[in-house]
């Protein structure tokens, strides 16, 4: 079983990302290395309702363990049930709460980072969805609603309700994505808990990862977009951590061989009509290659793997040049 304790530190962890961190994805973080997974948030509303949709992203391949699935919600009842049938039908190695999304849609309903304005009922949801499962439970958070301190006081709710693990992105929801992630804000929270904690938020390189756990002395980190169509910053900051050293990023044709292997897998998962929605991918995986502008427009409009390989080949012959 998932033992947040006794992990081995510091802990690399891929964050749950909506739309991004499905299981085509994580199977293809796991071809080039073992971070912990989290993955996307789902509604607890929408498990408990027996949503097949929902069930069917909650759904994962036994090579992404060890994961995480993440819910949101904001009734302790509805979210305690949801946790246990995601552990029972899908057998997860943990379950996260949602309470750091600054997304509008979320929050309206006082769903993620809005659960932070009211500690009293994120205690009841916490205490019950753990007394609901074996596996431990984590908490994802912001620095804050407003204020960046908020967090302050909030990680000691999360801890004393009974949360295995907490991670904090460094920026509040009024934020949103804006501004930078104030480490310095993760460390003092940090500080305030003994339960693990990752640092969250602006880690885009392993230069990046090496400066958040100097600067916020975290159990780990929680990478996000610095991820996307760059799964390989898990194992080369593997290796800096090890050695010191900044290892050279993957060649062109490691990329475009990559980016090929998850649209496969993508497709497989999704349909032929899945890859409309790889096209985010496809923008990620060739930000700054050079010679992509001649293609571009091309490969945002990709309509099947044919079409996806046909550029990609063009690609490789505009970088030869």
Not at 22 to 46: H, N, Y
Not at 120 to 125: G, N
């Amino acid at each position: 079983m998932l033992n947040w304790n006794t992990l081995p530190k510091p802990i690399l962890a891929l964050s749950p990302m909506a739309d991004m961190t499905d299981s085509p994805f994580c199977q293809t973080v796991k071809t080039i290395a073992s971070p912990i997974l989290f993955r996307e948030m789902v509604s607890s509303e929408a498990v408990v309702r027996g949503s097949e949709k929902t069930m069917a992203m909650a759904g994962f391949a036994q090579v992404e363990r060890p994961i995480v699935q993440q819910l949101f919600g904001a009734d302790p009842d509805t979210m305690a049930e949801a946790a246990r049938l995601i552990e029972e039908t899908s057998a997860p190695d943990g379950i996260d709460i949602n309470m750091g999304c600054p997304v509008y849609k979320i929050t309206s309903n006082f769903n993620g980072a809005a659960l932070m304005k009211d500690p009293a009922l994120a205690s009841k949801i916490i205490r019950k969805m753990k007394a609901a499962i074996r596996v431990p439970l984590s908490v994802k958070i912001r620095a804050g609603w407003s204020d960046p301190s908020e967090c302050l006081d909030f990680v000691r709710v999360v801890e004393d309700a009974g949360a295995d693990l907490v991670t904090i992105h460094g920026r509040t929801k009024c934020q949103s994505y804006s501004g930078k992630s104030d480490w310095e804000m993760i460390g003092l929270a940090a500080e305030r808990v003994s339960i693990p904690v990752l640092a969250n938020g602006d880690i885009f390189t392993p230069e990046d990862v090496v400066r958040a756990l100097k600067a916020t002395a975290c159990d780990g980190i929680l990478i996000a977009r610095g991820g996307l169509g760059n799964p390989w910053i898990f194992s080369r900051s593997e290796m800096m951590l090890k050695t010191g050293v900044v290892p050279p990023e993957p060649a062109l044709e490691e990329r475009l061989r990559v980016m090929l292997e998850h649209a496969r897998r993508h497709v497989a998962f999704y349909g032929p009509k899945g890859i409309v929605t790889f096209r985010k991918h496809v923008s990620w995986y060739v930000k700054g290659i050079p010679g992509v502008k001649a293609v571009r427009h091309e490969l945002h409009t990709i309509d099947s793997l044919d079409a996806l390989e046909i550029q990609v080949q063009k690609l490789k012959r505009l970088h030869a040049m």
